[in-house]
């Protein structure tokens, strides 16, 4: 979007002037709870951050101290360097020691209403026992391990157990497709994939064996798979290279030291779309992602020994790496774990949860609480969810309606809402409001929490003054940003930090208030949102193309009601007119390609695109017509504006 786009699509917005004060009660308990000792914390991190993140290292057990927090210039710098440390460690086996050992570590439920508890001392037994299969099939430390798993708590052990180790994990969401798999596994080189024979959703089996055993075909590089039994569906198990689970954890032992790792270990890779066709591997490493996940759970969710914590997200996302496992774990919380969808039984699921488990923390994403508001107020009446005294949304930003409906049917006006902003490569939360602080306000992130150092600027990095749209980018690096792209660190540089010299910028639009509070307004480059799950335009453009009836594909995002952003896919074809048949084909195609995620909601035949002289595609027009929108853009270089009038004749 240029600078005036921008402009003009904030002066668009209804400008949201409700406040609402933390309650006195909130604020009397909260780790953070006064306006001073913020802006303390703020200055100091933004002054000494080497004082400040040292100071703040001591929440962590370390097996040596650094000698050096902070390292080089951004974007290599380096954090705690001379460390040594274990993520795993630090998530489960420092709360052996006190009574936590027999706390509630991970609360899980399925689907079908099945249910485990792992307390501390459960966690660190599966999770030692399977960090000894991972090295039995040939794990070393800095291999990379792919996870493509329902949520059972097998993920989050594997995941740990990588950690223990030194193994980098490579969770890729289960929705994901075989091909996608392929993709991910090759360019991360992975040895070994762990996986289920399926998961539940919504009363069916997403046969997930199946699509690795097809993804195996083009990935060479796995060596063994490993799957949990979870549906008991058939599954084809070739010898010598598949192995079950619970036959596998028969006979290796609970004993296995965590090995202590430098701070700058890469602990995950977690593949993410950008703005052109080819996912990113987004690499983190452990000291400063662990450090940044740990402290914002502490800050942002209010953390306390006695809160029974539920983030609905899946951890094949990076909201379920850093705020159902590394954050919370680390924090010695109780995790509440579901499975399944939340309409399945029926659309009382969640409510039905929050009352069975007492749930006192509830983290979850706009396009949810849009279905929840559709679905009807009858669903959690039904239910006693006085246990609530906070809620925590993430993925896009929240509409004023979704946030006021959150306020009062869910929070009873009583739980403070944490807007949480932050992504993939920032690793951990960037701007929230703080639960025991913060006046929010419906549709605003609010202020950057300590470490980081925020601005919005004009696209010649000039920063802005107060409801001036412009790019949201990050002056000083924070212990929990992305290290890297995997492979690939030129592209790194470029994507992240070429927009903007000095400065990081992954992609989105805001602009402050008068009061300093931050309003996200959006991705700015070809990146869409969907359902707070991020795909890039070209990625689907490319699924489009490789089909043999496609001539040219450009795909747009439009307003969705639930999915925040649909999927909107103008198509020329080689020959021949386009019919409902081929429509539904494509969609077939392109969720094959990259999963149902991806699914189009809308395919438009068009005879040729509208292009630019010098041949660029005209997206901008495009959304219009997606939106159904009349267009105020300049069309004076449309190469062929009979274009333009036939896409808009082919709107059903
Ligand atoms: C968007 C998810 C507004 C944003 C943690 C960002 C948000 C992208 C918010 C990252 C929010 C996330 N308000 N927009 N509270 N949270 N976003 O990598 O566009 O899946 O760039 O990380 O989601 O998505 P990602």
Redesign the pocket.
């Known amino acids: 979007m240029s600078q005036s786009g921008i402009q003009k699509s904030i002066e668009s917005v209804l400008r949201e002037t409700r406040t609402f004060a933390p309650p006195a009660t909130f604020s009397a308990t909260a780790h953070i709870n006064s306006e001073q000792q913020y802006e303390a914390m703020w200055n100091r991190a933004k002054d000494d951050p080497s004082g400040f993140w040292a100071d703040m290292a001591s929440n962590l057990d370390w097996f040596r101290r650094w000698d050096t927090v902070m390292q080089g210039h951004m974007p290599d710098t380096k954090w705690f360097v001379g460390g040594k440390i274990n993520a795993c460690y630090n998530c489960v086996d420092r709360h052996l020691d006190g009574p936590n050992r027999n706390k509630a570590a991970i609360i899980w439920e399925g689907e079908p209403g099945d249910t485990r508890v792992l307390r501390y001392q459960d966690l660190h037994r599966e999770v030692c026992k399977f960090a000894n299969v991972l090295k039995k099939l040939g794990v070393q430390t800095g291999d990379r391990v792919t996870i493509y798993m329902p949520m059972v708590p097998e993920l989050a052990i594997a995941m740990l157990a990588c950690a223990r180790i030194g193994a980098v994990h490579s969770i890729i969401f289960g929705g994901f497709s075989a091909d996608a798999v392929a993709d991910r596994n090759n360019d991360a080189q992975a040895k070994v994939i762990v996986t289920a024979d399926g998961g539940w959703r919504r009363g069916k089996e997403v046969p997930l064996k199946v699509a690795v055993d097809a993804s195996l075909d083009k990935s060479a590089s796995v060596e063994k798979v490993v799957v949990v039994r979870r549906t008991g569906g058939d599954v084809d198990m070739i010898p010598d290279r598949d192995f079950w689970w619970h036959e596998l954890m028969e006979d290796v032992s609970a004993d296995c030291d965590a090995v202590p790792l430098d701070s700058e270990h890469p602990l995950f890779i977690l593949y ?1 779309s950008g703005s052109t066709g080819k996912p990113k591997g987004v690499m983190h490493t452990t000291a400063g992602y662990l450090l940044g996940t740990t402290m914002t759970t502490r800050w942002v969710f209010d953390l306390k020994e006695d809160d029974t914590y539920w983030c609905t997200a899946d951890i094949g ?3 379920g790496h ?1 705020y159902i496992c590394y954050g919370p774990l680390s924090n010695g919380a109780s995790v509440v774990m579901y499975e399944g969808a939340p309409n399945w039984p029926d659309e009382g699921r969640f409510w039905e949860m929050i009352e069975k488990y007492r749930v006192s923390i509830f983290y979850t994403a ?1 396009t949810a609480i849009r279905a929840f508001i559709k679905w009807g107020n009858h669903w959690p009446e039904k239910h006693d969810l006085s246990s609530l005294r906070l809620l925590g ?6 509409n004023p309606e979704a946030w006021m409906w959150y306020h009062k049917i869910i929070g009873q006006e009583r739980c403070p809402i944490v ?8 690793g951990a939360i960037m ?2 409001p703080l639960p025991g602080i913060t006046a929010t306000k419906p549709g605003s ?1 609010a202020r950057p929490l300590p470490g980081v150092v925020p601005d919005i600027v004009s696209r010649e990095g000039q920063s802005l003054g107060p409801n001036e749209g412009g790019l949201l980018v990050m002056r000083q690096p924070w212990p929990s940003m992305l290290r890297t792209l995997y492979g690939d660190h030129d592209r790194f540089r470029k994507t992240y930090f070429s927009d903007v010299p000095g400065c990081y910028f ?3 639009g805001a602009r402050h208030d008068e009061d300093g509070y931050i309003w ?1 307004m ?2 700015v480059d070809d ?1 869409l ?1 969907v359902s ?3 795909l890039s335009t070209m990625e689907v453009e490319s699924a489009l193309v490789s089909h043999p009836k496609v001539a040219e594909a450009a795909v747009v995002g439009f307003p969705h009601e639930i999915k925040g952003e649909g999927i909107c896919c103008f198509v020329s074809l080689k020959s021949g007119d386009g019919d409902d048949a081929l429509k539904k084909e494509l969609i077939g195609h392109v969720r094959n390609s990259i999963g149902a995620l991806a699914t189009p909601d809308q395919i438009r035949f068009a005879p040729s695109l509208p292009k630019t002289r010098s041949g660029k595609i005209m997206r901008r027009l495009l959304r219009d017509v997606a939106a159904g929108r009349e267009s105020t853009q300049d069309t004076t270089t449309l190469e062929d504006l009979s274009v333009l009038a036939k896409l808009r004749a082919d709107e059903e």
């Open positions: 993410t996302w990076v909201t850093s706009p949304s993430v993925g896009e930003p929240i807007d949480t902003w932050w992504q993939t490569e920032t701007i929230s992130c992954a992609g989105d996200v959006g991705r990146v949102n707070g799950h991020r």
